[in-house]
């Protein structure tokens, strides 16, 4: 992750450098830069990473368990393990000390209820974490919810195929998909070798687990079209052939196949027909009637559509794909938008299905997920966004639901590939995959809901409260949130005793006062069961908690308890309220409103952080409270690219120190910062001081930064010095970048080559194959983007502007800060489409939507072999205010797809967008100048 303030891993620094002149003050020696530097940051919302030497490896082969069983093993040289378990609050729940016996330590929690967990354990000098999960055991009925599933990538999973299949069994999922691969398999056409792929294992082994396999039966074949997407007459037949062998050959275990993956995109079809339902139609025609033949009461599953394409699907329809699928499926993703507004097209799509002659017919979502790269969403709230995920796609008409993924495909914190999984890829020091709070929360969801079909939505009187009921009569369970930005309070109507499980599984009582009970919400879902008639959103309750908008992960926090005795009703004198493992009475007055200040304990996670809690008498709950802070570091140190001259170019570097303590001043000793090229000192020095940070305040100093070229990716660091004698290391990618106003071209443009990241799977041919140069510039009004282009065809293959990207054109990304500060990633492309310039937004800021851009206009000619764009964005459209007065992270892909068979080529520059991270750290700061 490439954010200011953290600590990350720097440049690999040789003696050689060391020895070099210095500007100011020593650093300490090589041992020091880089011991320091190579310390890695946690990221936000996990816990702090530890610094580890010696022998000490959590060894259990899982770390999800049934309530009851949770038992974790280790091994180490000492004679004793010191440890510790947290709760998802960050929260000490039980500690200890476990005897090593043989090399080998357990730990013992089998106390713990439901929840999410991370086990700190300490042996010696050594210390290792390690998330686990606990979950209650499966009832009958929650095993045979057909609804929930998930999907796997067999064969990446280190060998652990099955020991996943046995954790997707105990979270209470029924679905498992995963491709079968046409190309391994028939490797002589005609004759299929199953034992060539590892579905031929882990299919059947699905079954014995309880689980059903949704194959998806792809993609290409050498035999057939060139290794292309079928096209012609032999290929569809072969394709549809070996679909129904496939089904045929695991009908004992799973009679469903999905007809391709994503085939309106260029990413999965390389076919010469094209990416049209017109195309894809021919595909399922070639497939449905061999698998009945085959397989009569097969299910053959139809669309595995990227985006919610409703023109497509419309299309899909008017050919007649209908007849020949038994459920259509749709994928979407939308991150990091919560999935009320990514998949706010689902019930324009369940419509459309109904009004096609598809009323009741299945739709699945097979591809849903939200990754938990630097900027994606955090755990949190991918374990909130999870659940509310399904619950408004049952909503919306959706009868299947498929998670996408079930394990992280790598281990890169900034590619979002790698981190759409529920579980983390193993390490030498953790042995078992490691759950997110996701696979807690799904866990909890199918618990509370599975047996239960959607029975509708509540009117709350908000919109933001959405109160959703499963189950009919004494069996209806409430799914009840907020879609709002802060949390809330929804007032239940009920006549007895009502249950609230939360997120984690965490299952509390209320009873009634007056007939009414008021319950804290906010992003995550509670599952209400109970003799509950109405659910209303209030602004006033009664009982309520209020935190800073601040705290940091040092210092208890400062918190407001309040009874408001003016709401009418009969108070007793005195209320226990029970938040963060503590207990505070407070005595409310009739008539008046009482506010009692308290402290409560911080919490070691940085980022959001909600804090919930009960108000009662005695035993006895009445209401719940929540309430949320965004815990800080104590410390935080950022770096400002600072642009002092655009030609001849001169740059600064700002360095701003923010002490977020509330009741303690900061003193550093002194401050030493540098600016890396790979493994080089560009330039480097120290601030004196003392340097005294006031609570709550900030201190900047700007520095001269030499040896710096604009355009390019480098590192900027220091070290904090306090009195006491410590250091600490601090770090940050950066660059340096000059915008000039539009007519203005005294810099030197970005180079689409030389300082772009240049991938061709086909092979790059030279200057003449792509080449150019891109010079961003302003006016008051917007960005102005300006290239020259070279490129020796002129090829767009895409009918709309959404798919611009598919062929020749420039896609831009923009974030309003420097890159690391701000997750919001705007991304917008222009090009030539039917022969016309558009510019279409495919990532939107908050407020806006996907489409044409709003006020962006184009010029783009041609000109030869050279492609000219001018293209005007106005700021708004790129969710800035006006003109900004900072630096803005900005990156562009120049694409190029020559239709000469090779798959689409590209130069990136800036990082982020064609290597499908859609990340705003990976972008490259730029400065508007004269």
Not at 433 to 449: D, M
Not at 550 to 569: F, M, P
């Amino acid at each position: 992750m490439e954010q200011n303030g953290t600590i990350r891993p720097g440049p690999l620094v040789p003696a050689r450098v060391m020895g070099r002149p210095r500007r100011s003050a020593a650093w300490g020696g090589a041992a020091a830069l880089l011991g320091c530097l190579l310390v890695a940051a946690p990221l936000p919302g996990t816990a702090p990473a530890a610094h580890a030497v010696g022998p000490l490896t959590v060894t259990s082969p899982d770390l999800i368990f049934v309530k009851g069983q949770a038992k974790i093993t280790l091994t180490s040289d000492q004679a004793s393990v010191a440890w510790k378990a947290t709760d998802d609050q960050g929260l000490t729940v039980a500690s200890g000390t476990a005897p090593v016996s043989g090399g080998t330590a357990t730990v013992d929690v089998t106390e713990l209820g439901s929840g999410y967990y991370t086990l700190t354990a300490t042996a010696g000098t050594t210390t290792r974490t390690a998330n686990f999960g606990v979950l209650t055991a499966l009832t009958g009925k929650e095993q045979q919810d057909t609804r929930f599933g998930t999907g796997i990538h067999y064969g990446w999973n280190a060998g652990d195929d099955q020991k996943l299949l046995r954790s997707v069994k105990l979270m209470g999922m029924h679905g498992i998909r995963s491709d079968i691969n046409w190309g391994a398999i028939e490797k002589t056409p005609g004759t299929y070798s199953w034992s060539n792929y590892s579905t031929d294992q882990h299919i059947p082994y699905a079954k014995s687990q309880g689980l059903t396999a949704l194959p998806i039966s792809g993609y290409r074949n050498p035999n057939y079209d060139g290794n292309r997407t079928p096209a012609s007459d032999e290929a569809l037949e072969a394709y549809g052939k070996f679909t129904a062998a496939a089904v045929e050959k695991y009908q004992q275990s799973s009679k469903e196949i999905e007809i391709y993956n994503e085939y309106n995109s260029t990413g999965f079809n390389n076919g010469t027909c094209g990416i049209t339902a017109d195309c894809y139609v021919k595909l399922l025609k070639a497939s449905y009637g061999k698998v009945h033949a085959k397989v009569p009461d097969a299910t053959v599953v139809g669309g595995g559509l990227a985006g919610l394409q409703t023109d497509w699907l419309k299309r899909l329809y008017a050919v007649g794909g209908l007849n020949y699928m038994n459920a259509l499926s749709v994928h979407h993703y939308g991150y990091p938008n919560p999935p009320e507004t990514a998949l706010e097209k689902l019930p324009q799509v369940r419509a459309d299905l109904d009004a096609a002659g598809g009323k009741n017919f299945p739709l699945w979502i097979t591809e849903n997920g939200y990754p938990t790269h630097s900027d994606g969403v955090t755990p949190a709230q991918q374990a909130a966004y999870v659940p509310r995920a399904q619950i408004f796609s049952f909503a919306s008409g959706v009868n299947r639901y498929y998670w996408y993924d079930l394990t992280n495909d790598g281990t890169d914190a900034t590619n979002k590939e790698h981190n759409f999984g529920a579980f983390k890829r193993p390490t030498a020091e953790v042995k078992a995959w490691q759950p997110k709070p996701s696979v807690v929360t799904e866990g909890v969801l199918i618990r509370q809901l599975a047996g239960r079909a959607y029975a509708g939505r509540d009117d709350a009187g908000s919109a933001d409260v959405r109160s959703y009921r499963f189950g009919t009569g004494t069996d209806t369970v409430r799914a009840l949130y907020t879609t709002a930005a802060t949390p809330g309070t929804a007032e239940l109507t009920a006549s007895g005793p009502v249950t609230v499980t939360d997120q984690m599984g965490h299952e509390k009582t209320y009873l009634p006062v007056g007939g009414k009970v008021q319950l804290g919400i906010d992003g995550t879902v509670l599952y209400v069961k109970g003799a509950v008639s109405a659910v209303k959103a209030v602004s006033g309750p009664v009982f309520s908690l209020r935190l800073p908008q601040h705290s940091n992960t040092e210092e208890t926090v400062d918190a407001v308890l309040q009874v408001d005795g003016t709401k009418g009703r009969t108070l007793p004198l005195r209320y226990d309220f029970r938040i963060a493992g503590e207990k505070h009475r407070v005595t409310a007055e009739p008539g008046k409103v009482v506010r009692q200040n308290v402290q409560l304990p911080t919490s070691a996670l940085t980022g959001p952080r909600t804090v919930s809690g009960t108000v009662g008498l005695g035993p006895v709950n009445l209401a719940r409270l929540t309430s949320d802070t965004e815990v800080l570091p104590p410390t935080q140190v950022t770096f400002d690219p600072v642009v002092k001259q655009a030609a001849p170019f001169a740059a600064a570097l700002k360095v701003t120190v923010t002490n977020n303590r509330v009741r303690s001043p900061l003193e550093l000793t002194k401050l030493d910062w540098q600016v890396n090229s790979g493994d080089t000192y560009l330039d480097r020095g120290t601030i004196d001081g003392p340097i005294k940070v006031g609570t709550e305040s900030s201190a900047s100093y700007t520095v001269d930064a030499r040896n710096i070229k604009q355009w390019k990716r480098y590192w900027t660091a220091a070290y904090i010095n306090t009195p006491d004698g410590a250091r600490t290391a601090v770090g940050a990618w950066n660059g340096w970048g000059s915008v000039q106003p539009a007519g203005t071209d005294t810099t030197t443009p970005i180079d689409v080559i030389a300082d772009g990241s240049v991938s061709y799977k086909g092979g790059y041919n030279g200057a003449a194959d792509l080449s150019g140069a891109v010079r961003p510039q302003y006016t008051d009004a917007g960005l102005v983007l300006k290239g020259a282009i070279t490129d020796n065809t002129l090829a767009q293959p895409a009918t709309t502007a959404e798919n611009m990207w598919q062929g020749d054109s420039i896609q831009f990304a923009v974030t309003p800060q420097v890159p690391g500060r701000s997750k919001q990633y705007v991304e917008f492309g222009a090009s030539l489409v039917g022969g016309k310039p558009q510019v279409y937004t495919w990532r939107a800021p908050s407020g806006q939507s996907a489409g044409p851009t709003p006020g962006a206009t184009a010029q783009i000619t041609r000109d030869g072999t050279t492609t000219r764009y001018t293209v005007t964005v106005p700021w708004a459209s790129l969710g800035l205010a006006g003109k900004p007065t900072a630096s803005i992270g900005l990156g562009f892909v120049v694409n190029d797809s020559d239709n000469d068979g090779r798959a689409r080529g590209w130069s990136e520059w800036g990082g982020s967008i064609a290597n499908n991270s859609k990340s705003a750290a990976g972008l490259r700061a730029v400065q508007l100048t004269d």
